[in-house]
């Protein structure tokens, strides 16, 4: 009998992993027509639907079966809508249904695609070697309390990942009037861009995730505070990779990139699984691993396979990568630690609630990055350009 419930909720589950695919292909002309906000639009109503309705079966009639055909259906919905709102706005997607590609525009789809699910798999293996290896050598235990750390960091980060990915479709309009020069500047501005971001969610995290896991699960959830570097340490060097991650995209080097992700997640494991069983480091010495594998693979190749495949500009590389990217690692870095360090010497004279701690710690750090990146970057040529453009919009 338990074999039976457990085959038919993994039919269930299955089935709306299944339903997801149907009609979701229409969600791509919507992306790359810069419309990606009516299909995200059509996520978040069917998605609260869906949690509304679910709420709903448990409470009533606590059926765990019932609970996952609501899922299956919400998503079908779903894309049965966004397929007839794609047939309302693209009439013309219906006529000229009989042409076909070309041999020369399959195989390189093909080699796309193959390249995609290389990168895809490799991100994938990456980002659960960690909580793999933790669990076989120091317990289950240990990976739920740093679970709770990682729900957290993992938010923010698909926050900000999916805002500095939204303009893919415009980077891909740029890339068409092959201006190189132009899309290198597009390039760095929206690298400043994230790094602002990174840098500022990174430091609220510093402060805040220590104070609030103690109001949210109570101090025996709480990891020491060389842990919570290490983890925001990660956080910070992962998502600095977002602007190479989107020009990759808009580019399509799925095909370079996704050889890269192979290499990628053995060097991951093998460094993660030294540092853990070799120097006993625990949690620290899986993330030491991730973050030694950025620095060693992806931050010099994903930048570098842009330069030469995608910009063809040579000589800039190296300037990119030694100032820019590590020259502003460094300084934002620096200035982390040190308003970390003032902000927590603040804390010793608040005898405050935790969270009330977590939420003035990231209020004063958010306002001292600010003021000090702004003074820092005020006449940088890509501030200028991003502040123009701001004022632009604002005056519309």
């Known amino acids: 009998a338990k074999n039976d419930i457990f085959t038919s909720a993994l039919t269930l589950y299955l089935s709306n992993s299944v339903v997801s695919y149907f009609f979701t292909y229409k969600r791509s002309i919507l992306i790359a027509d810069q419309k990606e906000y009516k299909s995200s639009m059509n996520t978040f109503k069917y998605t609260l639907l869906q949690t509304i309705l679910q709420i709903v079966v448990l409470y009533f009639f606590k059926a765990y079966s019932l609970y996952l055909i609501v899922a299956t259906i919400c998503t079908l919905i779903s894309n049965l809508s966004i397929s007839a709102l794609v047939n309302r706005e693209y009439p013309y997607l219906k006529e000229n249904t009989k042409l076909r590609l070309s041999r020369v525009d399959i195989k390189q789809i093909r080699s796309n695609i193959i390249g995609m699910v290389g990168s895809r798999i490799g991100s994938i293996v990456v980002r659960s070697t960690d909580n793999l290896l933790l669990s076989a050598f120091m317990g289950l235990a240990i990976v739920g309390i740093y679970s709770n750390y990682l729900l957290i960091v993992t938010s923010v980060s698909t926050i900000l990942s999916k805002l500095m990915s939204s303009v893919t479709a415009s980077i891909g309009n740029l890339i068409a009037e092959k201006d190189a020069t132009k899309s290198l500047f597009i390039y760095k501005t ?207």
């Open 190 to 396: 929206h690298f400043y861009i994230n790094l602002v971001m990174t840098t500022i969610t990174a430091a609220c995290l510093l402060v805040a995730l220590n104070p609030f896991v103690h109001a949210w699960a109570g101090k025996n959830y709480v990891l020491t505070s060389s842990t919570v570097i290490v983890i925001v340490l990660n956080y910070f060097i992962d998502q600095l990779r977002q602007s190479s991650i989107v020009f990759v995209s808009a580019y399509g080097l799925f095909v370079p990139n996704g050889k890269k992700s192979v290499i990628e997640a053995l060097v991951n494991f093998i460094l993660s699984l030294t540092l853990l069983t070799v120097f006993h480091l625990g949690i620290k010495g899986v993330l030491i691993g991730t973050i030694l594998t950025n620095l060693l693979v992806n931050s010099w190749f994903e930048p570098l396979i842009i330069f030469q495949k995608g910009f063809a500009i040579k000589g800039k590389f190296k300037t990119f990568y030694l100032k820019t990217y590590f020259g502003n690692l460094f300084l934002m870095g620096t200035l982390i630690a040190v308003l970390a360090w003032l902000v927590f010497w603040i804390d010793t004279y608040l005898n405050w609630p935790a969270l009330a701690i977590a939420i003035i710690n990231v209020v004063l750090i958010a306002l001292f990055l600010i003021v000090i990146i702004i003074g820092f970057y005020h006449r940088q040529e890509n501030f200028i350009y991003i502040k123009n453009t701001l004022l632009k919009k604002i005056h519309k």
